[in-house]
DNA sequence: TTCAATACTTACCTTCAGGTAAGTGAGGAC
DNA sequence: GTCCTCACTTACCTGAAGGTAAGTATTGAA
């Protein structure tokens, strides 16, 4: 595995979903293919502004692993690599969903007292 | 703050949720005060098999800050301090919830599958 | 006078997630 | 024959998250 023990004995759903998403971009790879359905790696990289090629990666392969998004490889040159949600991928979206609006309203909440709105 | 940089630019809810979240241990803190309304420090040390003091207290001070948790101390000796769930810790455990659910699915597919059963 | 209980606090150390930067392979454009 | 694009790959490094273990304060009980 490219990270360290995953898959592990879980205490609790949330503990097995964190598994799945914690990594510092995969909820935003998510989200991502989600938007556009389908993204080569280059678009992906250019759509997370900061991630580093090794962590896009690294992070791709570990969602593939865990049958989150799908690898199509097209034999051309320069080659061409496609990903997409698989439907476990796009459930889990879902799931987040819920997550990310409270997150949403905790963002408009911070910024309406002033606290550190983003740049 | 007792952690890194937090509450920083969010690039999108989920990303705002998660610096909330993320932390070994926060999600089940959630969980273990959502379960009993109310919790000592020492019960929550004992119901989180494996966490150390340190990282429950900083846990615990981080959540507090965030919103999330309220702390009531008792001026006895030996001192009683007791910890509850917010209006704010409550909503975000309801946001949690399908997450949750997505999780406990992953895990009884990946029994299923005879992956790295809990022991 | 020493011990026990409780909720911390502090210093030190290990581990690992993530970052940086350079290299690879294949073929078409120039 | 050199350069370009694209999708990686590899080696090395840093910082932060988390663990370990010992110490603190208070007071009643033995």
């Known amino acids: 595995m490219t990270s360290g023990a995953r898959r ?3 205490i609790c759903g949330i ?3 964190m598994d799945v998403v914690s990594g510092k971009w995969k909820s935003l790879i998510l989200w991502e293919l989600n938007n556009y ?3 080569r790696f280059g678009e992906l990289r ?5 991630v580093s090629e090794k962590m896009l990666i690294q992070h791709l392969r570990e969602m ?3 049958g989150l998004i799908h690898r199509e490889v097209y034999r051309e040159v320069p080659p061409r690599v ?4 698989t ?3 796009a459930s889990l979206n879902e799931a987040l969903r819920p997550l ?5 309203r905790r963002s408009e909440r911070l910024a309406a007292e002033g606290v550190a709105t983003p740049a």
Chains 1, 2 share one sequence.
């Open 8 to 10: 592990g004995p879980y």
């Open 15 to 17: 503990d097995a979903a």
């Open 37 to 39: 359905g389908t993204r």
């Open 46 to 50: 250019r759509g997370l502004p900061g």
């Open 64 to 66: 593939e692993e865990d």
């Open 82 to 85: 496609e990903y997409s949600l």
């Open 87 to 89: 439907e476990h991928g």
């Open 100 to 104: 990310g609006e409270w997150g949403q």
